[in-house]
């Protein structure tokens, strides 16, 4: 057991950032072994022996610049200030460690299922399926070779190409995303169920279409509609959000 | 082997992932469920009685073919195929945090692991095992994750209901068994 706790060679006391911690995966974790190794009664900790410990253990691991463990250590010395502060009322005072316990509770719930996890994990592993192999990296592109003769004859060419561009005005159309909504409102005010094509009107111009996606993209955001595709490039089904029509 | 058996073999030989049992009657439209029951159990039967190589194993909501364990070192040691890396303890620890709360945001995993979880939420995306399964209301919108089919097979479990519920595990710290002092302890304390 006290092997794991050792401190790593490798971290100095001068180590500014301590990125990975092989002994522990967190404070919780810290705290719950020197629970287990003080053989203290979880729900009656004394605060101030494990807080000790802990400040102590953080700092022979080198632990004691991550932000993670300091937070803690920080909780720790506050519940013990609450706890000696005078009671004024027996019955309205609320144990201060509570919140901690708790904590400690579910995160030595979900250890147990790492465990179950790691079992599972390590029986499937060493299984093989069909097609597992690792897959292939792909081959490096070969180097680029083209002579200054050849690169001049394309330039030759693209300029060839490119004739004077075709110049046309451009008319702005403004979209119109409230007018679009309005329309969507009242469409699904008389259908709980519409499909896109049947919102988009056949020939519509690009903006007016470019209008009811924002549109609709609005209202699916507030959870006015639902927005849905059984498959891609399949039509896109619009229907009233059964939760906020009920609210 | 009945002719529905093999089929079916064949299809679990083809396919890299597990077949669910509705992928599985779609081959055979006229096989009852019950029947593709029994072809399943033939062929795992017939792996097992005849003592194959392989074995016919229900996991991640399917089927699948998977090697026996005992022939793994020699197949990777040949080269043939690897065994995928193992995940670390922090990704673990956030896996199961995930599993049992799902959907969860971010925020969530990291109150109850202590720790900042960000870069390991990346890992076990990309490697398929989580995914984002919607927003929640609130401040922000924060992203709620939750597993992926990949996190059963991962697991070999057939379905998330295999694993303990909650008030199954024990809810109160593990002691070492050699020391039952705190028992009693307690008991003279009150």
Known sequence: MTATYAADPSVSSESGFIVELTAFSGPLDLLLSLIREEQVDIYDIPI?????????????????????????????????????????????????????????????????VVDLLERRGEERRNQFARAYLPQQPAPPQAPLALSLAELLSAVDRVLRAATQPNMHEIVSRGIDIPGAITTIRSVLALRARILWTELVERGAEPWQILSTLLGLLELAKIGELRVAQSKPFANVEISRDAASEAA | MTPLAKLLEAALFASARPIATDELASLDT?????????????????????????????????????????????????????????????????????????????????????????????????????????????????????????????????????????????????????????????????
């Open chain 1, 48 to 112: 101030a022996r494990i807080c000790e410990q802990f400040v102590a253990r953080i700092r022979s691991l080198g632990l004691n610049e991550a932000a993670e463990y300091l937070e803690m250590a920080a909780r720790l010395i506050r519940i013990k200030a609450q706890m000696l502060l005078p009671r004024s009322d027996e019955l309205a005072w609320e144990d201060p460690r509570a919140e901690l316990v708790r904590r400690l509770l579910e995160y030595q719930q979900m250890r147990e």
């Open chain 2, 30 to 190: 006229d096989a009852s469920p019950a029947e593709l029951q029994s072809a399943l159990d033939e062929i795992r039967e017939h792996y097992d009685v005849e003592g194959h190589g392989v074995e016919l194993v229900e996991l991640g909501g399917g089927w699948q073919i998977l090697t026996r364990a005992e022939y793994t070192e020699a197949i990777e040691r040949a080269q043939l195929a690897a065994r995928p890396a193992r995940l670390s303890g922090a990704a673990l620890e956030t896996l199961a945090i995930i599993a049992y709360r799902q959907p969860i945001s971010r925020s969530e995993i990291e109150e109850i692991r202590g720790v900042a979880v960000g870069g390991v939420l990346k890992t076990l995306h990309e490697r398929g095992l989580i995914d984002v399964v919607g927003r929640a209301e609130g401040l922000g919108r924060p992203l709620l994750y939750g597993t992926t089919p990949v996190f059963l097979e991962h697991f070999a479990l057939r379905h998330l209901e295999e694993l303990p519920r909650a008030d199954e595990l024990a809810i109160a710290l593990r002691l070492p068994p050699r020391e039952p002092v705190l028992v009693a302890a307690n008991e003279a304390s009150e």
